[in-house]
T-cell receptor
Framework: DAKTTQPNSMESNEEEPVHLPCNHS???????IHWYRQLPSQGPEYVIH?????VNNRMASLAIAEDRKSSTLILHRATLRDAAVYYC?????????WGAGTKLIIKP | ETGVTQSPTHLIKTRGQQVTLRCSSQ?????VSWYQQALGQGPQFIFQ???????GRGNFPPRFSGLQFPNYSSELNVNALELDDSALYLC?????????????FGNGTRLTVT
């Protein structure tokens, strides 16, 4: 199965770091790992993507395991606005295969 | 910079009818992808258009078809609507010449088939 595996939901406290795990044990050598998030009543929003090396941007960090079979999205300091469904996706430029994602709940 | 816009935002159709959904790409983007998202699930890839031609398709029947216009805007057409076609339809634009190019999504069209 080409889909990734993520927890159904996670909870975190506001202003604390959040680590969202993802397993993609059958990933191919050319597949990127993409993360998107979706707030209620909105389309998905790009968060970050990477191939082999760890990646950082203004929104988050992406830590990719050396064997590429798993990755972790890191939100360094969660806010209430980060409450969303987070999707970890493997795939080529367009054929992204999405699972059900992780619903992230932020507690004030 | 103008983002991706979709119209209409909501639509109600009857089984057997046909529907056309519209999407305007983000400025400068030459590729459009369409996704179907059922309630509580992740988006499913329908197809992608680049230079006015379909260049990738997911597991959807031929009654799902599309068009891309010279200004890179796009349409999704669904014929012979079925109850299971009720979903949020998402359009996303991107740059085809950048590997791993992020998708920029609109807020979707909510289609209800009765």
């Amino acid at each position: 199965d080409a889909k990734t595996t993520q927890p159904n939901s996670m909870e975190s406290n506001e202003e604390e770091p959040v680590h969202l795990p993802c397993n993609h044990s059958t990933i191919s050598g050319t597949d990127y790992i993409h993360w998107y998030r979706q707030l209620p009543s909105q389309g998905p929003e790009y968060v970050i993507h990477g191939l082999t090396s760890n990646v950082n941007n203004r929104m988050a960090s992406l830590a990719i395991a050396e064997d590429r079979k798993s990755s972790t999205l890191i939100l360094h300091r969660a806010t209430l606005r980060d409450a969303a469904v987070y999707y970890c996706i493997r795939g080529s430029n367009y054929q992204l295969i999405w699972g059900a994602g992780t619903k992230l709940i932020i507690k004030p | 910079e103008t983002g991706v816009t979709q119209s209409p935002t909501h639509l109600i159709k009857t089984r057997g009818q046909q529907v056309t959904l519209r999407c305007s790409s983000q400025s400068g983007h030459n590729t459009v992808s369409w996704y179907q998202q059922a309630l509580g699930q992740g988006p499913q890839f329908i197809f992608q258009y680049y230079r006015e031609e379909e260049n990738g398709r997911g597991n959807f029947p031929p009654r799902f078809s599309g068009l891309q216009f010279p200004n890179y805007s796009s349409e999704l057409n669904v014929n012979a609507l079925e109850l299971d076609d009720s979903a949020l339809y998402l359009c996303a634009s991107s740059l085809a010449d950048r590997v791993g190019s992020p998708l920029h999504f609109g807020n979707g069209t909510r289609l209800t088939v009765t």
